[in-house]
């Protein structure tokens, strides 16, 4: 057995200094690609159904709601059946679930994703019986059905099994018919004012985006109302064409100025860093304390003529290992330099993870940590 206790880590600050003045080149992007107009939106029908054809990988008989189900469909088209009539494991439930476009009209087709919602093994080689799509309002929009395609497999033989991906969820690539246009679409002949809502909001990025569109138009038809909103006015020659207006502004280029941001995780020791975090000069010691416990079973043997038998006596070894740590400093820089910094002292992800919250505590790192 290896226990790794928490490395020792021995971090000051050298000097009290802000974080590097360098400037960062900002990111271009388009408005349809950080934002959207408030109230254009997908759409999320649901549904509960069933898939057939499986081969003996559905539902166990002990599901009562499968069987149900199942019987309920055949005496709906007409055949006379009971639950203990039923004892096939080709069927299994299903939660199914598609998404639906703002704009989707009567005969679109979505594809529709199926997860098992039983006991089921493995959905491969089934077909989704049809089903009832239903949105928010429990009214009932689309209608689905159709072979699966599983991106995984399971089996089993002689007590040995092997299984790739989930084999209990699969996806209907143009499943979905839709019976019922939108109800609750946007009247867009009406609109005089429009918002655009940011996926992350923060106040330079909708400031630059207002700035952006009133220079493409011409005119000052945009401003801010929030972090994460930019109010829009219409021009008179576009009320009522608010298609080609959202097209212009969506196509209008801006400069993203997102904060310094650092995503750690723990469980994997991943870590990603966006390249505008900064650190101050800091000197970090890094080295490691590893204890391994080792059992060693040995024979014990009786001596000759004696009345003793054989015994096994197990014994423990403990050895401690130091790793050889130098203090080293990183300079106040950008991301690029504090990695090739961690790097040279032979730092691995895992170790990271700690170094950086460390210097994070300590005052030197300039950017906020999102932990996962």
């Known amino acids: 057995m290896t226990l790794a206790l928490p490395h020792r880590l021995v971090l ?7 974080a590097c003045t360098v400037p960062l080149e900002a990111t271009a992007a388009r408005a349809k690609d950080v934002g959207r107009f408030f109230g254009v939106r997908d759409n999320t029908l649901t549904g509960p159904g069933l898939v057939v054809g499986l081969r003996r990988t559905g539902d166990s008989p002990r599901n009562a709601a499968t069987l149900r189900s199942i019987v309920s469909r055949l005496q709906g088209q007409g055949l006379s059946l009971g639950y203990e009539d039923i004892r096939s494991r080709n069927a299994a439930l299903v939660m199914v679930r598609a998404t639906l476009p703002p704009d989707y009209r009567a005969g679109d087709r979505a594809d529709v994703s199926v997860a098992s919602a039983a006991d089921a093994s493995s959905l491969e080689g089934g077909i989704l019986m049809w089903t009832p799509l239903f949105d928010q309002s429990n009214q009932l929009v689309a209608v689905a059905e159709g072979p699966l395609v599983v991106g995984g497999f399971s089996t089993t033989a002689a007590g040995n099994a092997v299984r790739k991906n989930s084999p209990t969820s699969g996806i209907v690539p143009g499943g979905a018919m839709v019976e019922r246009e939108n109800a609750r679409a946007m009247d867009y002949a009406s ?26 138009f011409g005119t000052e038809l945009a401003e801010p109302v929030s972090a994460s909103t930019v109010r829009m006015t219409l021009p008179e020659d576009l009320k009522g064409k608010f298609p080609v207006f959202a097209a212009r502004v969506e196509a209008v280029e801006i400069e993203i100025d997102a904060p310094a941001r650092v995503v750690i995780s723990e469980r994997t020791g991943t870590v990603v860093m966006g390249g505008d975090v900064r650190i101050a000069p800091v000197a970090v010691a890094h080295g490691g304390l590893t204890i391994k416990v080792r059992r060693v079973d040995q024979a014990s043997q009786p001596g000759l003529l004696s009345l003793g038998t054989t015994a096994v006596v197990s014994n423990t070894e403990i050895t401690a290992t130091e790793e050889d740590g130098e203090l080293t400093l990183v300079e ?9 910094a961690l790097n040279a002292m032979g730092v691995k992800p895992r170790e990271l ?7 994070r505590e300590a005052g030197a790192l300039q950017a906020e940590i999102v932990a996962l």
């Open 353 to 359: 993870v700690v170094i950086l919250q460390a210097i």
């Open 191 to 216: 609109l005089d004012v429009a918002d655009f809502v940011l996926d992350n909001p923060d106040f330079a990025t909708v400031d630059a985006l207002a700035t952006a569109v009133n220079e493409a």
């Open 12 to 18: 000051m600050a050298v000097l009290a200094l802000l």
């Open 332 to 340: 106040g820089a950008q991301i690029g330099d504090l990695v090739a």
